[in-house]
């Protein structure tokens, strides 16, 4: 699948982030890049390198977190021959790999506090030290930070280093989610729809139908961007007409024979598996007393779980609850949960 370079979008909460990364691009200091997954934190990561005067040189992209944390350290700073079981000859590590250019660390609320204060040094002085070395190596790289984390509560829990966080966040740039980017949905929705129309072979896109665009814009978008992507691909690969997309599977793993998951909770004692009443068993003894309460609140729960079993599509917990769309929202209505996501 072809990655997606281009940034879309005219809300004025997505434009205003958009502006802020092209003021702090043109200054050689730390941006910290802050959203909830699938915002699209490495798209304005490259704008903010190739509106830099280092648009010529490297962009390195490290995601923390897909490496075991043995290895991190190695990774960023390189190591020598030696170093470590498995280390058969010297290898730069990102720093130096990106020497001259942006280094882009996603996920850096993952470091272990021993590879922040490496980072620390880096960012200080300029300078890293490859595993088994014994003298640093400088280095001129843009740090470009990125986190769906609250940075300063991790820094008051004692998970991130408070001088590191200081020196990082020079600007901070914060990606609204999808749900907070008014008129945004279909117009992503449309440029998504249009390219996997022209992937497979459609001569034209007929755009989206009314129905298909009533799901699409009262979906809450958990998954934000990333998700309504794969979701409007997804719509347009199983269509197979001319007419508009008219039918929009928000959850690809719905069915009715989907197996079901298991409430009950097994002992391990010698008496054998006991099933135990679930949290939301009416038999619970911290369930109030009167019928009207305990009925009042198991209704509220059994709507929630529906809400969260088909991902906040009103119109698909509906048809799972048996019940009518209108009947639906009169029931989240009065239980309070029309703002739900």
């Not at 020598?80 to 280390?87: N, V």
């Not at 290898?91 to 204060?117: H, I, N, P, V």
């Not at 004692?158 to 966080?165: E, P």
């Amino acid at each position: 699948m072809e990655r997606t370079t281009q940034v879309v979008g005219q809300s004025g909460a997505f434009l205003d982030a958009l502006e802020s990364a092209s003021r702090a691009a043109a200054l050689d200091r730390p941006v910290l890049v802050i959203g909830e997954r699938g915002t699209g934190k490495e798209l304005v990561a490259e704008r903010l390198h190739r509106l830099s005067p280092r648009w010529d040189q490297p962009l390195v992209v490290m995601n923390c977190a897909a490496l075991p944390e043995t290895l991190i350290e190695a990774e960023l700073f390189g190591h020598e021959a030696g170093a470590f079981t498995g280390a058969t000859r010297a290898r730069a590590g990102r720093f130096e790999e990106a020497d001259g250019g942006t280094l882009f660390l996603d996920e850096l609320g993952t470091l272990s506090m021993a590879a922040q204060e490496r980072l620390l040094r880096a960012v200080e002085y300029g300078e890293v030290t490859r595993i088994g070395a014994s003298r640093p190596v400088q280095v001129d790289v843009r740090i470009v930070g990125a986190t769906n984390e609250h940075l300063p509560a991790r820094v008051e829990q004692g998970n991130f280093r408070a001088d590191l966080l200081d020196r990082l966040s020079f600007e901070v740039v914060t990606l609204p989610p999808l749900r907070a980017r008014t008129g945004d949905i279909m117009v992503l929705a449309d440029f998504f729809g249009r390219r996997m129309a022209a992937e497979i072979g459609w001569e034209d896109w007929p755009g989206f139908g009314p129905l298909a665009t009533e799901t699409l814009e009262e979906y809450s978008w958990p998954g934000n961007v990333r998700e309504l992507r794969n979701v409007v691909e997804r719509a347009v690969y199983r269509w197979g007409h001319t007419d508009p997309v008219d039918k929009i599977e928000i959850d690809p793993f719905a069915s009715p024979y989907r197996p079901k998951a298991s409430v009950a909770k097994v002992s391990t004692d010698t008496a054998g598996p006991v099933e135990r009443p679930s949290e939301e068993s009416p038999e619970s003894a911290e369930e109030p007393a009167d019928f009207k309460t305990r009925v009042t609140q198991f209704e509220r729960k059994l709507l929630t779980r529906a809400l969260s079993e088909n991902r906040y599509n009103q119109r698909a917990t509906a048809e799972a609850l048996g019940l009518s769309y209108d009947q639906l929202r009169h029931a989240l209505k009065r239980h309070d949960l029309l703002g739900t996501n």
